[in-house]
Structure formats: structure tokens, C-alpha cells
């Protein structure tokens, strides 16, 4: 878990430094502000709808990453990846959701923002799936945002994909709850301070809000977000000419997944909030604790106290992917491979790391710049990171999973 001493990074800095989807590429001109209040940019921010200069070509059932970019991370929240047929989608066009994170997004166990750098790689990865059933041709994807801390708002970028194969129906896509829009003066809101629950959230749902456990539902006019309900059902794109498909970078598994059935969801209603603009939240900092500061090898005798704020690595993000080595590292075990311990943990050389999950080794992934990990295998993992002359020590722990039915 983050240290309070993250929030030192303050949020009066964050107005430059709000998150942008990197991937899937957005259209050129994507901004990191959130919509406005009045709901007069939406969709996409209103963006030209012109390519910028990537193709985000997906199989059908194939695995795909979400990456953002800044450190305006407020305290996380929740979101939802969803695709709509139109190419230059309007006020009316109709958004299926096809995965839906409820908490720890896009920052897990963060108290506050990350810090102010507009540019800096944001370091938790999410991933999504292109559903099998659904038909091959071009759409419009969206990433949608309801932040935990801060001014209430809805963050919105959206990019163009094409999805290759030789299955799928107009059908599938139908079937699919539509996106939930709040904080936009449509008559809903979500409440500061807590994760939204969404009204339908569709089958694939990964809850990550962690120890928070600040659920709530929307208040106001929310629409339930069952099929069809916002308008005629999208009809399926024309065939796109076949491309190579885009690989999926692995992630390390995290969160809990839960499979819900639309008909059970429900929403929460009370009296709409006015269209008058909302009064910015004022924020307090959090009282920074102090460090413990220790050799790399060593377990700490003395607890010395130190100013400089220490980042630690949750126990479930990954390091930024990076593309894999022509030859398996010494003392790592091979992707993919059996592993008889749940949730252990393999440090590979001091440079490196994966994880038993779901029985058997995830792929190695590189530790962050100026980090180095403790090698071996063990329940735990030690992370050391070197700043201003000290060696901070952040000890990760296996983690027990669960799977919980949807309400």
C-alpha cells in the first residue's frame, strides 16, 4: 500500500497533470480534463475523430492493455472500457460496456495524486478482452473515469480500434448494458470520497478497491444501463480488410473478478442535484509518518525518521510491461509453467520478477528504474528503492484472492 506520505504530492498541482488513456492510441487532440459539468463536450471531449498515426487492430477474444499517462490519479475510482459502432460517435450514439473496474482505478491504494508530472507513465496496468462474439470490423472504444477524491466529474477518452476474425453478430453486441454517464448534468452524480457501484456493470467485472471498501451507488437520475435502453440497437460494422493482430502484453494478475447477471443489478435514486457549477472540494493534506530507513539486506534495527516522500509499489501493480528477453533470465521459472504455492513470489536476479497465480508462473517482468528486488522465492518480496543516499526497503506480500457473485 502506498505511503501517506504520497499525498505530500498535493492535489493543487493536479490540474496539468490529469490522466490520459495511452493505450489503445486516442485520437489526436485527447486532452486529459475531464468533460465539463454541463455535459457540452461529450463525447470524446469532442475531439475531430482523426487517427493519430497508430492503427488498435484486436482479435476477437484476444487480451488487450489499458495504460494511462499523468499522476492526477484521485485517489483512484472507477471505470468502464465500452464500444459504439459510430465512427464519429455523437450525443446519441449508443456505448456497450464490455469490462467495467469498480475501485483501484486508475491508481490502486493511492491516498491522493501521484504528483504533477503530466508525462509520467502511470504504474498500474489493466487489461481488457475483445469479446469472442463480437463481430469483426471498425468501432469506437471509450475509457470513462469517475474519480474517488475531488471536484465530481467524468473523464472521457475515447480511440478508434478495428477488430479482426470471421465470427461474431450484431446480436452480441446488443446484448451488452450501455455505458453509465454521470457528473455531466444528465440528473446523476456519484457521492466524493467513494467508488461508484455502477447500475449494471455487464458480466465482466474486477473490483480493486482494496482495503477502501467504499462502495457506493450513484445518486440522482441514473439510467440502469440495460440493453437497448438508450435507443435502437447498434447494427454491426462492415468488415474491416484483415490486419495483423496487436499481441497483448501480460499482466500480473490482480483484483477480484466477478461475473454478474445484468437482471440483478440495481440502482440507487434520490432527488437530482441542480445544474449550478459545483464548488471545488478543498483537500487537506495527509500528515506525513515517517520512513524506515535500512540495508538492502538487511532487517531494520533502528527506525530513523526521513522527509523525503517514498513511493512504494502495491502488492498488485505490475511493473510497466516491457517486451520479453530472447532467453529466460537465470533463476526464473518458465512462463506459463506449473507452480505448486499460490501468490509466491520469484525475485530473478535483483532486476526482475513474477508471480504463482492461478498455478502456474507469470512472465517476468522488470522492476521499476532505480529499484532492485531481494532474489529468491518466498511469500514475500522485497523491493529496494535508492533515494538521496538512503536505501528504502518496501516489503509486498502474497495476497489471498476471491471471487465474489454480483448483487
Aim: aromatic share 6%.
Amino acid at each position: 500500500m502506498f505511503s501517506k506520505s504520497l499525498t505530500l504530492a498535493g492535489l493543487v498541482s493536479a490540474a496539468s497533470a490529469h490522466i490520459l488513456m495511452t493505450n489503445p492510441v486516442p485520437f489526436a487532440g485527447s486532452s486529459s480534463s475531464p468533460l465539463e459539468g454541463s455535459g457540452s463536450n461529450y463525447p470524446c471531449q469532442a475531439v475531430s475523430y482523426a487517427a493519430d498515426g497508430s492503427v488498435n487492430t484486436y482479435a476477437q477474444g484476444s487480451t488487450q492493455q489499458l495504460a494511462f499517462k499523468g499522476t492526477a490519479v484521485h485517489g483512484g475510482g472507477s471505470c468502464q472500457v465500452s464500444v459504439t459502432t459510430d465512427l464519429e460517435p455523437t450525443v446519441n450514439s449508443v456505448w456497450k460496456v464490455i469490462k467495467s473496474i469498480e475501485g483501484g482505478c486508475p491508481a490502486q491504494d493511492a491516498a491522493g495524486n501521484l504528483g504533477n508530472d503530466a508525462n509520467l507513465e502511470v504504474p498500474f496496468k489493466y487489461s481488457f478482452d475483445i469479446p469472442e462474439d463480437l463481430a469483426a470490423g471498425q468501432y469506437v472504444l471509450a475509457w470513462t473515469w469517475f474519480n474517488k477524491i475531488g471536484n465530481r466529474e467524468m473523464y472521457m477518452n475515447c480511440a478508434p480500434i478495428t477488430v479482426t476474425g470471421s465470427s461474431g453478430s450484431s446480436s452480441a453486441l446488443s446484448a451488452l448494458p450501455d455505458m453509465f454517464k454521470a457528473n455531466i448534468g444528465n440528473g446523476c452524480s456519484t457521492t466524493e470520497g467513494t467508488d461508484v457501484k455502477f447500475p449494471d456493470a455487464g458480466s465482466v467485472v474486477e473490483q480493486l478497491n482494496g482495503a477502501t471498501s467504499v462502495f457506493a451507488a450513484p445518486v440522482g437520475s441514473c439510467a440502469t444501463g440495460t440493453p437497448n435502453s438508450g435507443g435502437d440497437s447498434p447494427e454491426a460494422p462492415s468488415a474491416a480488410d484483415p490486419q495483423p493482430t496487436a499481441s497483448a502484453q501480460p499482466t500480473v494478475p490482480g483484483g477480484v473478478f466477478v461475473t454478474a447477471d445484468p437482471s440483478t443489478a440495481t440502482s440507487t435514486a434520490s432527488a437530482a442535484p441542480t445544474a449550478a457549477p459545483e464548488q471545488p472540494v478543498e483537500e487537506q493534506p495527509v500528515e506525513e509518518e515517517p520512513v524506515v530507513d535500512e540495508p538492502v539486506e538487511e532487517e531494520p534495527i533502528a527506525e530513523e525518521p526521513v522527509e523525503e516522500p517514498v513511493v512504494e509499489t502495491p502488492v498488485d501493480a505490475p511493473a510497466p510491461p516491457v517486451e520479453s528477453p530472447a532467453e529466460t533470465p537465470s533463476g526464473s521459472q518458465t512462463p506459463g509453467s506449473a507452480c505448486s504455492t499460490e501468490g509466491y513470489w520469484n525475485c530473478v536476479g535483483g532486476t526482475a520478477f513474477q508471480r504463482c497465480a492461478s498455478g502456474v508462473w507469470s512472465p517476468v517482468q522488470q522492476v521499476a528504474a532505480g529499484t532492485s528486488c531481494t532474489a529468491g522465492i518466498g511469500a514475500n518480496i522485497n523491493f529496494v528503492k535508492r533515494t538521496g543516499g538512503f536505501t528504502h526497503l518496501a516489503r509486498h506480500h502474497a495476497m489471498h484472492r476471491s471471487r465474489h457473485a454480483m448483487h
